[in-house]
């Protein structure tokens, strides 16, 4: 079964600065999907990120990137230039992208990030 | 607007005391899920349901039921809810092959 693990529960930065979130998976599989969600105090939950396993490029989103490093199973967030919206609950995600697999987003414990203004 | 949508956002309940948590979207999605979110635990899937009639167990889906009458709703069943069920719960869809999974609002249950 597959497991994704997020070894930091918190984190803080100070606004404007750039901050890296880690997450690492366990899997047998050579395709796969791996996400980042936000959740914010709302609570509602939103993809920042995606990256497909296929790809070597590393996914980015405005001023959300990604590390991914296939052989090491590792799948960083890098969020640049903090700003105070982004203080929220982060989950690592991961989705087999066919089989019974499919239907599921194994969630890693989640990182409370804090900004400091 | 597209969107998922859960009713009640909050309940308070007893021991015992059955409930339904309704779920429905506007989307036509094939694929739907039930996930409860514990402190230290992340999220994890109760139940899921590929199509009208088409359910399956998750990751956690004891003292749970669901039922897939209609493409669009994906009701959550606690017949005998316990305090150990007392948690924030997020039902969930996703076209077929698409990437996106889109979340409700979350519901959050405490039982005494």
């Known amino acids: 079964a597959q497991t994704v693990t997020q070894s930091q529960p918190e984190m803080s930065v100070q606004e404007a600065e750039t901050v890296t979130l880690s997450c690492t998976y ?14 914010p105090p709302s609570r509602q939950m939103i993809l920042v990120i995606r990256q497909e396993a296929y790809k070597q490029q590393n996914a980015t989103e ?33 989705r087999n992208p066919r089989g019974k ?17 | 607007e597209a969107q998922v949508t859960q009713n009640p956002r909050y309940l308070i309940t007893v021991t015992g005391k059955k409930l339904t948590v309704t779920c429905s979207q506007n989307m036509n999605h094939e694929y739907m899920s039930w996930y409860r979110q514990d402190p230290g635990l992340g999220l994890r899937q109760i139940y899921y349901s590929m199509n009208v009639e088409v359910t399956d167990k998750g990751d956690v889906p004891e003292g749970y039921k669901v039922s897939r009458k209609e493409k669009r709703n994906f009701p959550l069943i606690l017949e005998s809810p316990s305090p150990n069920q007392t948690s924030l719960y997020f039902c969930a869809s996703r076209r077929q092959g698409d990437y996106e999974q889109y979340f409700g609002p979350g519901t959050r249950l405490t039982v005494t």
């Open chain 1, 101 to 117: 697999g499919a239907q599921k987003l194994v969630f890693g414990q989640g990182t409370r990030l804090t900004i400091n203004p």
């Open chain 1, 62 to 94: 405005n001023r959300f990137s990604v590390n991914f490093q296939k052989a090491a199973k590792s799948f960083s967030l890098k969020i640049s230039d903090s700003q105070l919206g982004d203080a929220a609950m982060y989950f690592c995600a991961y």
């Open chain 1, 26 to 39: 366990d899997t047998s599989e050579s395709d796969y999907y791996l996400f980042w969600y936000k959740q």
